[in-house]
C-alpha cells in the first residue's frame, strides 16, 4: 500500500480504532506501541476512536502515547492536557437510569431467545451503552444469531445499535463516533490548526462504516474484508497485513 504523495503531504492526525485495527487476536503488541511513539514524536495527532467503555479509556489515555479518545462509540471523549486527563460527556444523562433499566430489559428478552448470549466482560466498566459480546471470548453466536440481535435491537424506539468486530453496542440517543471527531475537530482541532483534510482514519469493521464516510482519507487493515460485502462505504486503502501490523504497515509510510 502507497500513499500518493498529495494525501501523505496532508496528514497531521490519525484517528484510529482499537480493537482489530491496532490489536491482533486482542493482543496490543510492543511493535504498535512504538509505532505510536513514532507517530507522538514525528508531531501526529493522535485519536482512539472506540466503542470500548470509559473505564478502559481512562486506562489507556493514561498509558498509551495517545492525546485523545473517543469511548462508547462517541458518549463521550477524554482528552490529555499534559498529565491531566480531562472527560467531556456527550451523551445526553437527563434520563439515564431509566434508560439503561430499559437497556438492561433488551438485553434479558433477548436472553430469552438466545440462552447462551452474554454480555461483555467490560460492562461493569460503561457509563451510557450495553455491549454484547458475539466473538471476543467463547461460545460465540452464530452468524443468524448476531443478525437476530441486530435486528431485534434496531427494531426498539430510540435505540442506536452497531456492530463492531467484537460486540454489539446498543444505546440510547444520537451520539456516534462522527459526533464525538466532530467535536474533537472543532474544539482540539481548531487550537491544532487540524481540520477534515488532515486527519486519516483507520479501522476494520461495520461500525467504522460512517468514519470511512465522514473522512477524506481512510484506511482499512485488511481484515476489513471480512466485512466488505456488509459496506456501503469502504475505506480509501487497504493495507495487506491485518490488525496491528496493518496499521504499523500503513504508519511506516507516513514516518518515512
Known amino acids: 500500500m502507497i500513499f500518493p504523495s498529495n494525501v501523505k503531504s496532508q496528514i497531521k492526525a490519525i484517528f484510529s480504532d482499537f480493537d482489530d485495527t491496532l490489536t491482533n487476536h486482542s493482543l496490543f503488541h510492543s511493535k504498535t506501541l512504538k509505532t505510536l511513539e513514532s ?3 514525528k508531531g501526529f495527532w493522535l485519536v482512539l476512536v ?16 495517545i492525546d485523545a479518545m473517543v469511548f462508547e462509540n462517541g458518549a463521550g471523549v477524554m482528552i490529555k492536557e499534559g498529565s491531566k486527563i480531562t472527560t467531556v460527556r456527550l451523551a445526553s444523562d437527563k434520563n439515564l437510569s431509566e434508560e439503561k ?18 454480555l461483555a466482560t467490560d460492562q461493569p466498566y460503561r457509563l451510557y451503552d450495553y455491549a454484547i459480546d458475539f ?32 460486540h454489539i453496542n ?22 491544532r490548526s487540524i481540520h477534515l483534510e488532515n486527519v486519516l482514519y483507520s479501522g476494520d469493521s461495520p461500525n467504522d ?28 486503502f487497504i493495507t495487506q497485513l491485518e490488525g496491528g501490523n496493518g496499521f504499523q504497515e500503513f504508519a511506516e509510510e507516513l514516518l518515512t
Open 39 to 41: 507517530l507522538k514524536q
Open 50 to 65: 472506540s466503542g470500548r467503555p470509559a473505564g478502559w479509556a481512562d486506562c489507556l489515555m493514561r498509558i498509551l502515547p
Open 101 to 118: 433499566k430499559i437497556l438492561e430489559e433488551l438485553f434479558i428478552s433477548l436472553k430469552k431467545e438466545i440462552p447462551h448470549l452474554k
Open 135 to 166: 466473538i471476543e471470548e467463547p461460545p460465540p453466536l452464530s452468524a443468524t444469531e448476531t443478525e437476530k440481535t441486530l435486528n431485534f435491537l434496531n427494531r426498539a424506539p430510540g435505540i442506536t445499535a452497531k456492530l463492531s468486530s467484537i
Open 170 to 191: 446498543y444505546w440510547y440517543g444520537q451520539h456516534t463516533k462522527v459526533t464525538a471527531c466532530e467535536y474533537l475537530l472543532n474544539t482540539e482541532g481548531k487550537t
Open 209 to 236: 462504516e460512517p468514519l470511512f464516510q465522514f473522512f477524506h482519507h481512510s484506511v482499512g487493515v485488511a481484515n476489513i474484508r471480512l466485512f466488505w460485502d456488509k459496506l456501503k462505504f469502504h475505506p480509501k
